[in-house]
């Protein structure tokens, strides 16, 4: 079955960039996006398409795609983004999701 | 502004069916434009896609391998909501269960506030 692997976690101090990346063998021909899921709430879109953000999502989150890795950077990191970053592709018409990333900021 | 309601009982006896609705408001289940999914999360299964609904001239559901067997999703133009229906579930089954909406993004935009379902007798 197919996988989107996730590193487990990413620790940033206040300010500085923080980069997520989810690889998986069809990333490139199948889109990818990604959501921020903070305790106890649902899950919330922040990046679809690859690199498109939707509305109300700040700037300081951007996505990017280079071969069968996609990355999500939250830029000028700051304590309201500690979070649980998921990444999501669709393959046969199934959504997969990655594992999960715990962006810690210090 | 889109929003979806959950609703349904939180707990569930083993090998008997749990039901899930969603209730939409803001859009709707038959718009041409938009697929109508549930989505569980555990933290031994992490996020898990389990199917979806959509209305393209007819009704077509997609659903994933692990619960094929096992689920049923529908639709209720009249209630504007879709339902999750799994049966002979186990205490794997535990987890926080989310209905999401797709418009044709490649992502779930809208989630609904998740229902925790514990499977236990």
């Known amino acids: 079955s197919y996988e989107l692997t996730q590193p487990p976690s990413v620790t940033v101090f206040p300010g500085q960039t923080a980069s997520i990346t989810c690889s998986g063998e069809?990333?490139?021909?199948?889109?990818a996006c990604w959501y921020q899921q903070k305790p106890g709430q649902s899950p919330v879109l922040v990046i679809y398409?690859?690199?498109r953000r939707p509305s109300g999502i700040p700037e300081r989150f951007s996505g990017s795609i280079s071969g069968n890795t996609a990355t999500l950077t939250i830029s000028g990191t700051q304590a309201m983004d500690e979070a649980d970053y998921y990444c999501q592709a669709w393959d046969s018409r199934t959504a997969v999701f990655g594992g999960g990333t715990k962006v810690t900021v210090l | 502004q889109v929003q979806l309601q959950q609703s349904g009982p939180g707990l569930v006896k083993p090998s008997q069916t749990l039901s899930l609705t969603c209730a939409i408001s803001g859009d709707s289940v038959s718009s041409y434009s938009a697929a109508w999914n549930w989505i569980r999360q555990s933290p031994s299964r992490g996020l898990e896609w389990l199917g979806r609904?959509?209305?393209?001239?007819?009704?077509?559901?997609d659903y994933a391998v692990s619960v094929k067997s096992r689920i049923i999703i529908n639709s209720d133009t009249s209630m504007n909501q879709f339902s999750l229906q799994l049966n002979s579930v186990t205490p794997e089954d535990t987890a926080v269960y989310y209905c999401a909406r797709d418009r044709e993004i490649d992502a779930f935009d809208i989630w609904g506030q998740g229902t925790m379902i514990t499977v236990s007798s």
């Open positions: 609904t959509y209305y393209r001239s007819k009704w077509y559901n």
């Open positions: 398409l690859d690199t």
């Open positions: 069809k990333l490139g021909e199948n889109f």
